[in-house]
Nanobody, 126 residues
């Protein structure tokens, strides 16, 4: 399984970016697909996730109301629409997929994901 992110770049605060994650596998195969982000020297942290079994979506409090995760099973892509971007959103963003998550709330744990993309840089200037 390969996950390839695209859509990162440089944007001013208040602007928008749309990240895409193209999967080499039929995405409903996965129980969860998610986005994480990571600053240099820091741990990878949860941003948003989608449960393909239930249709539920989940967001970190820091992005709730600004970011939207969605998927297109026909194209095998997952997107992260990011609006009202802030300088603190600057990070490398990673797409991830999990076949079996297990445990309530486990979707925030990066160790529960089986597959990862290479990451795409998002830089928000003030």
């Amino acid at each position: 399984v390969q996950l390839v992110e695209s859509g990162g770049g440089l944007v001013q605060a208040g602007g928008s970016l749309r990240l895409s994650c193209a999967a080499s596998y039929y995405i409903p195969t996965f129980e969860y697909m998610a986005w994480f982000r990571q600053d240099p020297g820091k741990e990878r942290v949860f941003v948003a996730a989608s449960n393909w079994r239930t249709g539920d979506t989940y967001y970190d409090e820091s992005v709730k109301g600004r970011f939207t995760i969605s998927g297109d099973s026909a194209k095998n892509t997952v997107t992260l629409q990011m609006n009202s971007l802030k300088p603190e959103d600057t990070a490398v963003y990673y797409c991830a997929a999990s076949t079996i998550m297990g445990g309530s709330g486990a979707y925030t744990n990066f160790n529960r994901y089986d597959y990862w993309g290479q990451g795409t840089q998002v830089t928000v200037s003030s």
